[in-house]
């Protein structure tokens, strides 16, 4: 089938798509984008995390076909291409990236928590309303604590998302 | 990774994927295609179909049908739609259903919460669904629609083995009807940690001041369970001993025993998540402890209202 949706602003399409493709396939392998990890597929890892009409969600359990005429961001679509957003910034700053794989999820997951947070006029989220966000993304590597810290340094620098 | 087929994939075999717009379209396509799969928020259509254990002619898409993403009152009842996300029973129902939006809470994380569904919980009919223990201890009923017309199904009817329901082939859950809650609702669940755990035992309590209460157990059994010996004993000895009037700090016996019958209620097996003597005695203490946490609250209520 075809599946026509808007990605990171711009529409595309896919075609030949199988009617139980996920998603994160369309995304990764019909779209050239593979900023979304694909780990478990199984909705535990949180590394193939998107916005789907902005709302995080794990894409290897969209079926392709769900997210027809709607709107997708994925981690390439949060800062103009070249360029660093605040919450990669912050990553980058904080040494919370080692092999790298969990940190797009991350980074789609904390922008989420942010925009409705600090981004919203808010007060930054505290270490609990983190921890929580942060419950369906894995990393294998850091032992979160440097996620933590860029988590907080990305609040800390705010008002600065859209 | 650079896997060029999707994983499940077929090949030839081909599956139809139906979006209907409306309820009414979406009742005519289950009648017209019955083994077409419903799929909601996905969260467990999706795993079993990137598993390949699953391999639909059809999928059925409820994502866009309007009338099944609401919640509103009806009469003295709460209508829940089918396809409220578990993020929203959190948000929009902590007041008028506490056990419910508890149990929302307790599910996976929030990218689940975020697409998992009420009705997705029920249709999977898992004996660990959240859900179905609250909607037990609240004497919910599920309605199921279909072109032959809508019918109500007690949740205590509704579960018939593990994974399998009192829907028919032609039906489709449309919402879930159930009473705001009269008084204090609990959820509580043992897992072995507190993000993304599929619960080892659960227990859900609603008290209904000067009534009686309502139970519901989850995994430990082939289904969710009422405890109804529980509840008749704790009904009796509450009016009995006319503690809803008093609102007196509730006897350790009584709680002792109302979480004795609770677990005696239940019929666990051994699995890789726990023995079934462990979910039995995590059972006993979790019953007593909702109590607990349920008449304090019915107790500090009383002292509001003066
Ligand atoms: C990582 C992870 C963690 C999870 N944690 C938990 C947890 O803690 N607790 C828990 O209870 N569950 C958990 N689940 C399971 C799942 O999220 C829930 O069962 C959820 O409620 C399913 O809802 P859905 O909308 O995603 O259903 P879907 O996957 O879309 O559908 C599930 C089943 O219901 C049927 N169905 C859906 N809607 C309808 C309808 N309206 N009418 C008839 N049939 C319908 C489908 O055909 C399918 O058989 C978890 C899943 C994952 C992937
Ligand atoms: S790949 Fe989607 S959650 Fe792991
Ligand atoms: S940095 Fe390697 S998994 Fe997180």
Redesign the pocket.
């Known amino acids: 089938m075809r599946v026509t949706l808007t990605v990171n602003g711009s529409q595309r399409t896919a075609d030949d798509v199988w009617e139980g493709e996920s998603l994160l396939f369309v995304l990764r392998e019909r779209l050239a984008l593979p900023g979304s990890k694909n780990a478990c597929e199984?909705?535990?890892c949180g590394s193939c995390t998107v916005l789907l009409d902005d709302v995080p969600v794990c894409a290897c359990?969209v079926a392709a076909g769900q997210a027809a005429h709607r709107r997708v961001v994925t981690v390439e679509g949060l800062a103009p291409r070249g360029e660093l957003g605040p919450v990669q910034q912050a990553f980058l700053e904080a040494g919370a990236v080692q092999c790298g794989f969990c940190t797009p999820g991350l980074i789609v997951q904390v922008h989420d928590l942010l925009r409705r947070t600090a981004g919203a006029g808010l007060p930054p989220p505290g270490d609990a309303d983190i921890r929580e966000a942060l419950a369906g993304n894995l990393c294998r590597c850091t032992g979160y604590e440097k996620i933590l810290d860029a988590v907080r340094l990305a609040a800390s620098r705010l008002p600065v998302m859209p | 990774m650079t896997t060029r087929h999707p994983p499940g994939s077929p090949g030839s075999a081909a599956v139809e994927f139906l979006r209907p717009r409306s309820l009414s379209q979406a009742l005519a396509a289950k009648a017209e295609l019955q083994d077409a799969?419903?799929?909601?928020?996905?969260?467990?259509?999706?795993?079993e179909i990137n598993f390949g254990k699953r391999r639909p002619a059809a999928l059925l898409d409820?994502t866009g049908v309007r009338e099944?993403r609401g919640w509103q009152r009806d009469g003295a009842l709460l209508r829940v739609g089918?396809?409220v996300t578990y993020t929203r029973l959190e948000a929009e129902l902590a007041g008028l259903l506490p056990g419910l939006a508890m149990a929302a809470r307790?599910?996976?994380?929030p990218q689940?919460r975020n697409?998992?569904?009420?009705?997705?919980?029920l249709?999977?009919a898992?004996p660990?669904?959240?859900?179905h223990p609250v909607l037990l201890a609240a004497g919910a009923a599920v309605e199921a629609g279909s072109v032959r017309g809508a019918r109500l199904i007690p949740a205590d009817a509704f579960f018939l083995g593990p994974k399998r329901s009192a829907?028919a082939d032609d039906e489709?859950?449309?919402a879930v009807l159930v009473p705001p809650a009269p008084g204090p609702q609990q959820f509580a669940k043992v897992g072995t940690r507190n993000a993304?755990?599929?619960?080892v035992c659960s227990f859900a309590l609603e008290l209904r001041p000067g009534a009686g209460v309502g139970t519901g157990i989850g995994s430990a059994g082939p289904t969710p369970l009422r405890a109804r010996d529980a509840e008749d004993f704790l009904a009796a000895e509450l009016a009995g001993s006319g503690l809803w009037e008093s609102r007196e700090p509730l006897p350790g016996a009584v709680a002792r025993r109302f979480g004795e019958l609770a677990a005696a209620a239940a019929r666990p097996v051994d699995d890789v998540r726990g023995s079934a003597a462990y979910r039995r005695h995590a059972l006993s203490v979790l019953a007593r402890r909702a109590l607990g946490w349920a008449w304090d609250s019915y107790r500090k209520e009383g002292h509001l209202c003066g």
């Open positions: 199984q909705g535990e359990l | 799969l419903p799929i909601a928020g996905g969260t467990d259509v999706m795993v409820l099944l089918s396809g307790t599910v996976g994380s689940i697409r998992g569904t009420i009705g997705g919980n249709g999977a898992s660990a669904g959240d859900c829907l489709l859950i449309t993304m755990v599929i619960a």
